[in-house]
């Protein structure tokens, strides 16, 4: 069924009746009827379609019991319902039939007709000639519906129609009956009837607060606990003002609005952002900021979450509520620095308990927000804590967050050095572990991390003698790397033995966390209970090396001081790397070399390139020159010739070339007509790594 538009689903429901030979006498014709006059008349009121639309609705009531001629029923009313708000009135045989419809089906078997439903209420709410009473006439059906449905058996199950011998049980993400649908229509009551519901009385918090938001907030089933943020955000959007704020309390349903922000599906969190929006919103208008210190924190955190709808709809509500520093609130900046305490505790919080690696990995970033945004001062006396709350990501089983982990830290200790005074032991092994990471990411951005503390410690503390030391054993690691063709990996990846007993991954990344009993709003898999268990192969060490390189050519952090020593030790071992080819997966090796070498090289010198390009080039130009290579690695060494071919000058570097070498590169390069001409060149800087960003910064702060 396609529901895009009343005319389209009216078709549909044509040829469905038409393929189902139906018997009754009265379906198809009103089907066939109600599409030719949506064709014919697009722009219809209530009264084009009513007798089409009252045969399907009471005759798949009475009758046959479709679901899809409810649907189709429904959507039209809808639509027509729609156009002509604020119209004064609507047929009494409409709007009895459309009162009969929700009576009997608001508990419906299929949820689309339950959807409708709810919608369908709301619509009628919206008309002058209703308004209140559609909601008065089926209000203690809607409550006794939510009343009880809010508990369940644990031992309740569904039937299935995919064949199975035996009911399905139901557990927390299952639809909980027609309790999320029927929340959703007091959500529709709320939009439709508006400040009337206050003014008549109507808005108890015994029921709309205590069963449609409490309750429902810490309900077990995420589709509960996403409509009660949703109720949050319709009550305090349509019916909060200066005069019922006892009715509406603001400082109950942040708590509320925040414990959502920290739940484990995006969904309820992206429902309780919007809340958070319109309770901010409404504290600002009734110039209150008692709230701020409970929800700025989680808004802050969702400026970083993982799932983008989530990340923009916060930045926006961020800027909108500071950007032009409105009110008492001032800048971002200021505000954050007057609640740092309550951020910081929240976000190591999330870091150590949150319910998914979201909250995990979005709570790394908002710490390391808060290190490089705000002044030192501020954040001084809570280094301590950030440190030994982002150590342990390290080890967590979900690469994004180990990734925001070291990106924290490296932070960190740029910005409060002395923070890893007397950990320093810890803190290098838990990077040198990273080094030998699952992900050639991580094992760069570890590579940041040492060279961060490389700064700090230098010879004082033995840091840099360590680095190099661990240097030269992970580049000699490849050399016991196995003989292994293409052929013999695909073997491998195509074996069912060699994988089982493995861990079992998940599609957001990491390994799926075991079952808990203890967990809450969905599942606990804190860094500490699930700790990273890879074991590197001897080519992804040496390659985590190549990235330790690179931060070590840098002058101040580089072992020795002198860039001719360091360079004579080791970049004829990375030559080396650029020759193997007795394993499958060399040329990712090579594709990472290629890749670090123009900004090792840049950091080292001129000098040092002239006398040590020759070690390179035949490895570079067999790249170009082979069939057997990857597209990939014949790219980065292209990139990588053309780069250094600027830092030694164009004019000496294919000077350096044979006639047939020469011809190579030349066929391959991107801009070769540019490079015969050094002033046609664009001189550009290479960005130091351990500047990068890994994400994209965030607007607002």
């Not at 993400?173 to 206050?198: F, H, I």
């Not at 603001?250 to 599906?265: C, F, I, R, Y």
């Given at each position: 069924m396609d529901f895009s538009s009343s005319s389209k689903?009216?078709?549909?429901?044509?040829?469905?009746?038409?393929?189902?030979?139906?018997?009754?006498?009265?379906?198809?014709?009103?089907?066939?009827?109600?599409?030719?006059?949506?064709?014919?008349?697009?722009?219809?009121?209530?009264?084009?379609?009513?007798?089409?639309?009252?045969?399907?609705?009471?005759?798949?009531?009475?009758?046959?019991?479709?679901?899809?001629?409810?649907?189709?029923?429904?959507?039209?009313?809808?639509?027509?319902?729609?156009?002509?708000?604020?119209?004064p009135a609507l047929s009494p045989a409409i709007r009895e039939t459309l009162y009969s419809i929700i009576a009997r089906h608001l508990e419906?078997?299929?949820?689309?007709?339950?959807?409708?439903?709810?919608?369908?209420?709301?619509?009628?709410?919206?008309?002058?000639?209703?308004g209140t009473d559609a909601y008065v006439h089926f209000q203690a059906q809607l409550w006794a519906s939510v009343d009880s449905q809010l508990v369940r058996r644990a031992t309740e199950t569904r039937p299935t129609n995919l064949g199975a011998l035996r009911d399905i049980p139901l557990?927390?993400?299952?639809?909980?009956?027609?309790?999320?649908?029927?929340?959703?229509?007091?959500?529709?009551?709320?939009?439709?009837?508006?400040?009337?519901?206050?003014?008549?009385?109507?808005?108890?918090?015994?029921?709309?607060?205590?069963?449609?938001?409490?309750?429902?907030?810490?309900?077990?089933?995420?589709?509960?606990?996403?409509?009660?943020?949703?109720?949050?955000?319709?009550?305090?959007?349509?019916?909060?003002?200066?005069?019922?704020?006892?009715?509406?309390?603001?400082?109950?349903?942040?708590?509320?609005?925040?414990?959502?922000?920290?739940?484990?599906?995006?969904?309820?969190?992206?429902?309780?952002?919007?809340?958070?929006?319109?309770?901010?919103?409404?504290?600002?208008?009734?110039?209150?900021e008692d709230i701020f210190d409970v929800l700025l924190p989680p808004l802050c955190q969702s400026r970083y979450y993982v799932p983008e709808g989530v990340q923009v709809h916060a930045q926006e509500t961020w800027v909108a509520l500071f950007a032009t520093a409105r009110g008492k609130a001032g800048s971002g900046r200021e505000t954050v620095a007057r609640y740092v305490g309550e951020m910081v505790e929240y976000h190591?919080?999330?870091?150590?308990?949150?319910?998914?690696?979201?909250?995990?990995?979005?709570?790394?970033?908002?710490?390391?927000?808060?290190?490089?945004?705000?002044?030192?001062?501020?954040?001084?006396?809570?280094?301590?804590?950030?440190?030994?709350?982002?150590?342990?990501?390290?080890?967590?089983?979900?690469?994004?967050?180990?990734?925001?982990?070291?990106?924290?830290?490296?932070?960190?200790?740029?910005?409060?050095?002395?923070?890893?005074?007397?950990?320093?032991?810890?803190?290098?092994?838990?990077?040198?572990?990273?080094?030998?990471?699952?992900?050639?990411?991580?094992?760069?951005?570890?590579?940041?991390?040492?060279?961060?503390?490389?700064?700090?410690?230098?010879?004082?503390?033995?840091?840099?003698?360590?680095?190099?030391a661990r240097l030269m054993t992970s580049l000699e690691a490849v050399r016991a790397q196995p003989v292994q063709t293409k052929e013999e990996q695909l073997k491998l990846y195509n074996d069912p033995q060699a994988h089982t007993g493995r861990p079992t991954l998940g599609c957001c990344g990491g390994e799926v966390a075991q079952p808990a009993s203890a967990a809450v709003h969905g599942h606990s898999d804190t860094p500490s209970s699930s700790p990273c268990r890879y074991k590197a192969q001897p080519w992804e060490v040496s390659e985590g090396a190549l990235y330790l390189f690179r931060e070590l050519c840098a002058e101040d952090v580089r072992p020795g001081g002198k860039e001719g020593v360091f360079a004579e030790t080791y970049l004829p071992m990375l030559a080396e790397l650029g020759r193997l080819q007795h394993f499958a997966d060399a040329d990712r090796l090579r594709q990472s070399l290629w890749r670090v070498l123009p900004d090792a090289m840049q950091k080292l010198g001129k000098s040092v390139l002239k006398r040590h390009l020759e070690l390179f080039t035949p490895a570079l130009l067999d790249a170009l020159a082979s069939p057997l290579v990857s597209p990939l690695t014949r790219h980065n060494a292209v990139k990588c010739l053309e780069e250094l071919s600027r830092q030694i000058g164009p004019s000496i570097f294919l000077g350096r070339l044979s006639e047939e070498e020469r011809g190579l590169y030349l066929r391959h390069a991107s801009f070769s007509s540019s490079l015969l001409y050094p002033s046609a060149v664009a001189v550009g800087e290479v960005v130091p790594a351990a500047m990068r960003q890994s994400r994209p910064s965030v607007v607002g702060m």
């Open positions: 689903a009216a078709s549909c429901l044509v040829k469905r009746l038409q393929q189902a030979g139906t018997s009754s006498s009265l379906l198809l014709p009103a089907a066939q009827l109600l599409s030719s006059t949506l064709m014919a008349k697009p722009s219809f009121m209530p009264e084009d379609v009513e007798a089409p639309v009252q045969t399907l609705l009471l005759g798949a009531s009475n009758e046959a019991k479709r679901w899809d001629c409810l649907c189709v029923g429904l959507l039209v009313c809808n639509d027509a319902i729609a156009r002509m708000a604020p119209a419906h078997d299929e949820p689309r007709v339950r959807g409708l439903v709810a919608k369908t209420l709301g619509l009628l709410c919206t008309l002058p000639a209703v557990d927390d993400v299952t639809g909980w009956r027609a309790l999320e649908t029927s929340l959703l229509a007091l959500q529709a009551v709320v939009e439709g009837c508006g400040p009337e519901l206050v003014r008549q009385g109507l808005l108890s918090s015994n029921d709309w607060l205590d069963k449609a938001v409490y309750a429902a907030a810490a309900h077990t089933n995420r589709y509960v606990r996403e409509a009660a943020m949703k109720m949050v955000h319709v009550l305090v959007e349509h019916c909060f003002s200066d005069t019922n704020e006892e009715l509406l309390p603001l400082p109950s349903l942040a708590v509320v609005a925040a414990e959502g922000l920290a739940d484990a599906w995006p969904q309820v969190v992206h429902a309780a952002a919007c809340a958070t929006r319109s309770l901010l919103a409404a504290a600002q208008m009734a110039g209150n190591c919080y999330a870091v150590t308990h949150g319910r998914s690696h979201f909250a995990r990995v979005a709570a790394c970033y908002a710490l390391k927000e808060l290190a490089a945004k705000l002044e030192g001062e501020v954040v001084q006396p809570f280094a301590e804590r950030m440190l030994a709350t982002v150590l342990p990501c390290l080890e967590d089983r979900h690469w994004e967050v180990r990734s925001a982990g070291c990106v924290t830290l490296a932070q960190l200790f740029e910005n409060f050095p002395g923070v890893v005074v007397g950990k320093e032991e810890k803190v290098v092994g838990s990077c040198f572990a990273r080094l030998e990471d699952e992900s050639w990411s991580i094992r760069e951005e570890a590579a940041w991390v040492l060279a961060a503390l490389a700064r700090f410690g230098g010879e004082e503390n033995g840091i840099q003698s360590q680095l190099a």
